[in-house]
């Protein structure tokens, strides 16, 4: 690849930007077919795991409304993919479910990721079939469980030998209701 050399001013920008916890001027963007290679890419330098091509094609074809890109000086910064389920136990409602949160490195502690979550309970507060939005977090990733605990999820519950390449292979199911379920219209 190619080396470049920064100049003096743009380090000493870049540093400045960086110095401080302030939110940085981000953009949000949705998924589309020219920017998908692009939320690969971000996530294969986030997480341990590989997403396979069926993963983004579902993303594309099934839940593109549920998927937020972050943009920075329109680099590809930060991203969440969200999934619809229904409730396993046949309970009336839907549930969304996030199946990835990521951030680069270098872009986090800007309130990167807590503006990608907020985008989506913000996308999602007037559906009323959704009645929860919930996710899995490995049990010794501490930072994302304190992350969460601020954004109001609850910890539910633990489900063993989750993860199949990890460890530990436990998760925690995190929770944030949004609604009762519908009911019967009396």
Sequence with gaps: GHFFKRSAYEKRMSE??????????????????????????????????????????????????????????????????????????????LRLYIMTLCVLQSYRRYKIASRLVQEILKLVEHEEEIVEVFLHVQTNNESAIRFYDRLGFTNVGIMRDYYRRLDPPDCFILRRVLRNAPGPIE
């Design 16 to 93: 400045e930007e960086h110095s401080s916890n302030k939110p940085l001027p981000v953009t949000y963007g949705d998924l589309t077919e020219n920017n998908c290679g692009q939320l690969r890419r971000l996530n294969l330098a986030c997480f341990p795991v590989r997403y396979g091509q069926s993963f983004y094609r579902d993303l594309l074809k099934k839940w593109p409304r549920f998927v937020k890109l972050a943009y920075y000086r329109d680099a590809l910064v930060g991203g969440i993919a969200c999934r619809l389920e229904h409730f396993q136990n046949g309970e009336p409602g």
